[in-house]
């Protein structure tokens, strides 16, 4: 067993809080307040990875059982200790909208998703689910702490103005060290991050690696929905795909789809694009808030269907920076999403 001792409220837990006989997750800090900023003492010895199955097409498998999986850490087979495929699991959402200028043509698109994310993942009336609201322009600002009701959340949404830089590295720092708690983070609940974003950021102090560690150190599963536009391509984008991927997420991109179920260009030119849908028309509104709203499905499906495994490490006496995790289903056609490792010991 490993002890650690973190001052403040700084989150990150190289590992979730000691558990039980039962597999019940034990947590030893106290209850979180705004007033006070007590040192979180937890027992590295178990790793949790959310895993999400789907099939050649896309579709969730939801009907596992434990059998059926395989989990690797440093390439050696581990035994499972704990395993739910129990749906709507408790989880704390960090919601990160954009408000750069990048975000600013179609704002109100975003801001209609952002706001349907909240209110799906953050239902209102099951104290299992709670949130917090970061923005982020040339500054990262919680704008909401950590709350069951979803109400102050698209309250704060609702006065958002687009402008400045993208600080997106530093509002994934805040997400994981400047909110309050949930008692028995991150087991239950477990902790998930949606972004609302193109992926670019011209205004962090940190960096896309230190984003990355940050967030495998405090066992966040990072989703993205890209806002990179139909015909449109940026470099940024792989940015949100490696944080999604490093950390068993993934990255949906609603813009991307506008054309799927029209001709998507039209067999006259037109001066202002020969496009079977026009920006600004009813016809390619629509498209938009069909993308978006198809997504925002993909994730909270995602994240109310994942299976949960837990495990204790049969050997962690090599200081390692970075294990190495695989899971594997033992069945075909089935791809596998899961974190890729996790740092079993602080700085």
Request: glycine fraction near 8%.
């Given at each position: 067993m490993y002890w650690r001792v973190f001052p403040g409220i700084f989150l990150a837990l190289s590992l979730p809080a000691q558990t039980s006989s039962s597999g019940n997750a034990v947590s030893t800090a106290p209850a979180p307040n705004q007033n006070a900023a007590p040192s979180i003492k937890v027992q590295?010895?178990?790793?949790?990875?959310?895993?999400?199955?789907?099939?050649?097409?896309?579709?969730?498998v939801s009907d596992l059982d434990q059998k059926d999986f395989q989990i690797f850490d440093q390439g050696k087979a581990q035994t499972i200790q704990f395993f739910t495929r129990e749906r709507s699991q408790p989880v704390v959402v960090g919601f990160l909208v954009d408000v750069s200028n990048a975000s600013r043509l179609h704002w109100k698109n975003y801001l209609d998703a952002a706001v349907e994310l909240v209110q799906n993942l953050v239902p209102g009336d099951n104290p299992k689910f709670s949130g917090y609201l970061i923005s982020f322009s040339s500054d990262a600002e919680l704008?909401?702490?950590?709350?069951?009701?979803?109400?102050?959340?698209?309250?704060?949404l609702n006065k958002l103005k687009t402008g400045g830089?993208?600080?997106?590295y530093d509002a994934i720092y805040?997400?994981?060290?400047?909110?309050?708690?949930?008692?028995?983070?991150?087991?239950?609940?477990?902790?998930?991050?949606?972004?609302?974003?193109?992926?670019?950021?011209?205004a962090s102090k940190k960096t896309l690696d230190q984003a990355v560690e940050i967030a495998q150190r405090n066992l966040v599963t990072i989703y993205g929905v890209s806002t990179v536009g139909f015909g449109f391509a940026?470099?940024?984008?792989?940015?949100?795909?490696?944080?999604?991927?490093?950390?068993?997420?993934?990255?949906?991109?609603?813009?991307?789809?506008?054309?799927?179920?029209?001709?998507?260009?039209?067999?006259t030119p037109s001066d202002d694009g020969n496009y079977a849908l026009h920006v600004g028309s009813g016809g390619y509104a629509s498209a938009l808030a069909n993308g978006l709203y198809k997504?925002?499905?993909?994730?909270?499906g995602e994240v109310t269907t994942q299976y949960i495994i837990r495990y204790i490490p049969d050997s962690t006496d090599e200081k390692r920076q970075f294990r190495n995790i695989v899971v594997r289903v033992n069945l075909p056609n089935m791809k596998?999403?899961?974190?890729?490792?996790?740092?079993?010991?602080?700085p």
């Open positions: 590295v010895n178990e790793v949790i990875v959310p895993v999400t199955v789907t099939d050649d097409k896309g579709r969730f704008l909401q702490d950590t709350t069951t009701d979803p109400e102050p959340m698209v309250q704060k830089g993208a600080a997106l805040m997400a994981c060290t400047s909110r309050k708690l949930i008692q028995g983070e991150p087991i239950e609940p477990r902790r998930v991050l949606v972004i609302i974003s193109d992926g670019h950021d011209n940026s470099d940024d984008e792989q940015n949100l795909v490696r944080l999604a991927e490093e950390t068993g997420g993934r990255v949906l991109y609603p813009l991307q789809g506008v054309y799927n179920d029209v001709s998507g260009y039209l067999s997504s925002v499905e993909a994730v909270a596998v999403r899961a974190r890729k490792g996790y740092y079993p010991f602080s």
